[in-house]
């Protein structure tokens, strides 16, 4: 056990989930403006070691473990988020407009499940808002994605056509671009009852980066589509993506809602009264299925696949880098771990590499598809 599972955690889990989320982004503001405070927490979390180093569509990381979407919504804490070992980190996500997003209370804790259940809706201060501040602050010290969605105006704003919608995502991409290293078009969000099912069908997909490569975006873009092991669906996303030499990868959005097969430990009776879509160990196995059905339809070299979901150790890292994934995002599991989360993974990580015989990252990915003898 860690000094935070024993000592912090208990006191965090006290208080209501979005307050702490709070004062966890204003901590990590104030704490990224003080450079001996960035510095001490570089050398207490970096792991640098050569098997680590890898690329994120073409950028290159020292590590293959990045912060989620969802944390920072607006890019608060992007001075910090570089010292804090990661090797890349994903804001948002942004919309073109500001929002205010659900009603509270709408982020909730499933202790039993270590998992979240997660219903902001996307409040976000909107794409200007955010981009001013990124040129304010510069360059994060890793490679920073920028998670764009269309804005959610509420359950009672009047219905969106199609063309609105992609001008929606088009108006965030001018704006973000500028001041991103990659871009995560998230084409799924569990949570926005508008606009969620339009890329359900891949051709909307399609009509979507038409419109993105007009802008001739010249940085990665990675695309955050909703969970499925469809070899039709997944097979029409490739097909969209293929033309546009920009869009670099895909990862997989929670499943809205609760599905049976998140068999919840917590008892019904609680999780009931929470709207919203669950993250942590209860997805971890449904998105790598996603992943070990994406990864053989890859043409190879051509996407990488950001795995992500129910990540809280360096085995369950290792198992979606051995089942497609190029690199690996967390978000639950610093919530539950902590921050000392990322070191522990990297560190498992080069264990695990030396145990199998891989000198690089990039060798693990996608073994566990490679068939005995
Ligand atoms: C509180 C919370 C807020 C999130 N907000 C976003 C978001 O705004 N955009 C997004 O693409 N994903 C969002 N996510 C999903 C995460 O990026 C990630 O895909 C998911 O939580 C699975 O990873 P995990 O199990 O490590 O948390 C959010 C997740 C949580 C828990």
Redesign the pocket.
């Known amino acids: 056990m860690t000094a935070y599972s024993r000592l912090l955690r208990p006191l965090l889990f006290r208080c209501d989930p979005e307050r702490v ?1 709070n004062l966890a982004l204003v901590a990590c503001r104030v704490a990224g403006r003080l450079p001996p405070v960035r510095s001490a927490l570089r050398r207490c979390l970096d792991v640098q070691d050569a098997s680590l180093r890898t690329d994120l569509g073409g950028l290159p990381i020292s590590n293959p473990i990045g912060l ?4 920072d ?1 607006s890019g608060q804490t992007v001075r910090l988020l570089g010292h804090l070992g990661l090797g890349f980190a ?1 804001i ?2 942004i919309s073109a407009d500001l929002s205010h997003g659900n009603p509270k209370p709408r ?1 909730f804790r499933l202790p039993a499940d270590r998992a ?1 259940v ?1 219903y ?1 809706g ?1 409040p976000n201060p909107g794409a200007a808002a955010v981009a001013r501040r990124l040129h304010r602050v510069g360059r994060c010290a890793v490679p920073l994605g920028v ?1 764009i ?1 269309k804005t959610n105006r509420g359950a009672d704003a009047p219905g969106e056509t199609d063309e609105e919608t992609l001008e929606d995502y088009l108006r965030s991409v001018r704006e973000l671009a500028p001041c991103s290293d990659y871009l ?1 078009l ?1 084409l799924s ?1 569990p949570n926005a009852k508008k606009g969620k099912d339009m890329f359900a069908d891949p051709l909307n997909i399609g009509r979507l980066l038409e419109r993105v490569a007009e802008l001739r975006p010249t940085l990665p873009v990675f695309l ?1 589509i909703i969970p499925s092991a469809d070899p039709a669906f997944l097979d029409g996303v490739i097909a969209q993506a293929l033309p546009h030499g920009f869009v670099r990868g895909f ?4 499943p809205p809602g609760k599905p049976p097969w998140l068999q919840l430990q917590t008892p019904r009776s609680i999780w009931e009264s929470m709207p919203g879509a669950v ?3 209860p ?2 196995e449904a ?1 790598n299925t996603c992943i070990r059905a994406l990864y053989p339809r890859l043409p190879r070299g051509r996407f990488q696949i950001i795995g ?4 809280f150790s360096a085995e369950d890292a290792y198992r979606k880098i051995c089942l497609g994934a190029s690199t690996v ?5 610093m ?1 539950y771990e902590g921050l000392g989360v990322v070191r522990r993974i990297n560190q498992g990580l080069v264990e695990l590499l030396r145990r199998d015989g891989f000198t690089s990252v990039r060798e693990a990915v996608g073994t566990a598809h490679v068939s005995p003898g």
């Open positions: 989320h989620a979407a969802g944390w919504k994903e948002g996500s982020l979240i997660v902001y996307l998670n969605v995560t998230n969000c955050k990862l997989f959005n929670l993250s942590g160990h997805v971890e998105l992500v979901g129910g990540v995002q967390i978000y639950t599991g919530v």
